[in-house]
């Protein structure tokens, strides 16, 4: 099959790139960031998904299915670029997938979308209608990319569509939002709250998104790992130690004294993780994670090594 994985050059697309070639597939790519060492088999296009190269691409090539990852966080860009990618490029992405006969679509978003509040379920169904934006502005971007990939289903029905809202990554790269918040020695905590995070192992991560292209998905689904874990165990199994920090004072503390800096709506994210059910994605695919948390936690520990 020839697929056209967008955000190619990113830790989880070259992941996806590669098993997919593992698998006999024929990989095209689209990422404005160079691939440096991405194997020959690789059709590399250097460009912005919203630009018209990317477009060429959808019309010489005429890729069969398409994985688009071309979004980013508030780690990387201002709020007007997220706009610009996350929302403009989803849109372009799938108007391209249609005027080009794409068979297949799989948007890879994020379980955060969900939103993080004190009375939200412990465990987040597809069926919960994404929140973000109430409690973490800064989220608003990947939540309008998320609705928009998914009225996909009823807007171009003849593409078999799938959005994947996948739990936090960890593992040896280190990118990511929770490795980022977990890099350095000392990890702030929000004293009193000791809350389950949940997360999958990268390899996993990209895994799961192969398996949902080969199963031909269609629909909203929730990918998760192994088991959630308190906090403060997944601190001291990264070998982090847990800074506790008064609710007050915890916006005061963060970008100083070598503590990540995080936006303000990030804190409710902290005290109040969002944990899934991934049930359907399971039946659908029979997808069971090959690392644990306790290797998933060390795999992250050790990188450095």
């Known amino acids: 099959m020839r697929i056209l994985v967008t955000g190619i050059s990113g830790t989880m697309g070259r992941l996806v790139a590669l098993r997919l070639l593992e698998e006999g597939h024929e990989v095209i790519g689209i990422d404005r960031r160079p ?7 690789i059709d590399l296009c250097r460009a912005d998904t919203r630009k018209r190269p990317a477009e060429d691409v959808f019309r010489l090539q005429r890729p069969e299915a398409v994985i688009h990852m071309a979004t980013v966080t508030h780690w990387g860009a201002s709020r007007e670029e997220r706009y610009r990618i996350n929302l403009g490029g989803t849109r372009a992405v799938f108007d391209h997938c249609h005027s080009y006969g794409v068979k297949q679509a ?17 465990y987040h169904s597809e069926e919960d209608p994404p929140m973000a934006v109430s409690t973490f502005p800064d989220l608003a971007d990947l939540v309008a990319a998320d609705l928009y990939a998914g009225s996909a289903l009823w807007r171009f029905p003849q593409i078999q569509t799938a959005v994947l809202r996948i739990v936090y990554t960890l593992g040896p790269s280190g990118t990511g939002t929770l490795m980022r918040f977990l890099r350095g020695p000392n990890v702030p905590t929000v004293m009193g709250f000791d809350p389950l995070y949940q997360f999958i192992h990268e390899q996993d991560a990209a895994r799961a998104i192969v398996e ?28 982090r130690r847990a800074v506790p920090i008064p609710d007050l004072l915890y916006p005061l503390a963060l970008g100083r004294f070598g503590l990540p800096g995080l936006p303000a709506g990030a804190i409710s994210h902290l005290k109040h993780p969002i944990v899934v059910k991934a049930n359907a994605f399971v039946e659908a695919t029979g997808f069971a994670p090959e690392l644990d948390e306790v290797q998933t936690m060390e795999s992250f520990r050790w990188s450095g090594d």
Request: glycine letters at 12%; one cysteine or more; a positive charge.
């Open 35 to 41: 691939w440096p060492d991405a194997p020959r088999e």
């Open 106 to 122: 799989i948007f890879v978003g994020r379980h955060t979308v969900y939103g993080a509040a004190p009375d939200a379920p412990l």
């Open 212 to 239: 949902a292209l080969r199963h031909g998905l269609r629909g909203i689904f929730n990918v998760a790992g192994p088991p959630p874990v308190p906090l403060s165990l997944l601190c001291k199994v990264t070998g």
